[in-house]
């Protein structure tokens, strides 16, 4: 499936349809697959469930950590410049 920038969905030539591949590579809070299928045939939880879900799991929590080492390490390298 073309429209999966995340290389989540790959086309099975040989059924003729699209089979998940990469189901971690899916991003928390995305619907673009969803919305954009013809036949209906994706759903996700409600909003309500992926902030629930993104708050009991602290997922902002790691994401900043995470950024901090990427971005941190990035600014004081540039900072050298
Ligand atoms: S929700 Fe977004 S990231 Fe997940 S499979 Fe669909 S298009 Fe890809």
Known sequence: MAICGREVYSYDFADRRSVVVKPY???????????LCPA???EFPS???VREAIKKYGVFK???????????DFVERAKKY
């Open 25 to 35: 590579n899916c991003l928390v809070g995305c619907t673009t697959c969803s919305n």
């Open 62 to 72: 790691v994401v900043k950590e995470k950024l901090k080492e990427k971005v941190g």
């Open 40 to 42: 209906g045939a994706i």
């Open 47 to 49: 909003i309500e469930i």
